[in-house]
């Protein structure tokens, strides 16, 4: 039976053939990985003192941080009704709220053990160094090599512990700062090779 573009399984194809050109032999995995480990452990060591103790800053962290606990709470059995916040507006339908962030850190802190707190700046870790790295990814992609590439992932990583030592977080500064450690991919030529055609405007 052919696949059909549009569809679940069309798109999936398309990707698994796209991933396979990518990773055609095991180096072209190790180097992957490295490079991803590499902007994870750039990332701890930035990020690492201004967690310290305390938690992590950021606008939606204590949100984060309260739904966190609460789906630890649920996963352990520890609320009445494990899809309702019973700390929250006098009783809260969290789920509403989108799970994967936070039920992942209560996941984890429920099956570990381990405090919520120190899962989520693991996961916070982890999140920023694979931002880096799919910047890495990008920049290759649009045709730069070597350093170049790993610097466009570095300003990345730096951003929110640069902007976060000043106090400036949320969502549009590092967004900003994404876009600005991106501007050297947006070139006639590589935009051109990519595309087959000249960029409009």
């Known amino acids: 039976m052919p696949v059909r573009s549009g569809t679940i399984s069309g798109l999936a194809y398309q990707w698994g053939k796209w991933a396979i050109t990518r990773f055609q032999t095991r180096a072209d995995v190790y180097v992957h990985f490295a490079v991803a480990a590499g902007f994870v452990a750039l990332s701890a060591v930035l990020l690492w003192p201004i967690t310290g103790s305390d938690y992590p800053p950021g606008v939606d962290t204590p949100t984060f941080l309260h739904l966190s606990w609460v789906a630890e ?73 070597g350093w170049s590439a790993i610097l466009a992932g570095r300003l990345t990583v730096l951003a929110y512990p640069l902007l976060g030592s000043v106090f400036l977080w949320g969502w ?8 600005d450690s991106s501007r050297g991919l947006r070139t006639q030529k590589s935009l051109k090779r990519y595309f087959g055609k000249e960029p409009a405007g």
Do not use: C, M, Q
């Not at 707190?117 to 920023?128: E, G, T």
């Open 73 to 145: 709470l649920a996963i352990s059995g520890e609320l009445e009704n494990a899809l309702e916040d019973p700390y929250w507006y006098g009783g809260f339908f969290y789920p509403v709220y989108p799970p994967l962030s936070y039920g992942l850190v209560g996941a984890i802190s429920a099956v570990t053990n381990a405090g919520f707190v120190d899962v989520y700046n693991a996961l916070l870790f982890i999140s920023y160094g694979l931002v880096g790295y799919a910047v890495w990814f990008l920049a290759r992609e649009f045709g730069l090599r």
């Open 172 to 179: 549009f500064t590092p967004f900003g700062w994404f876009v």
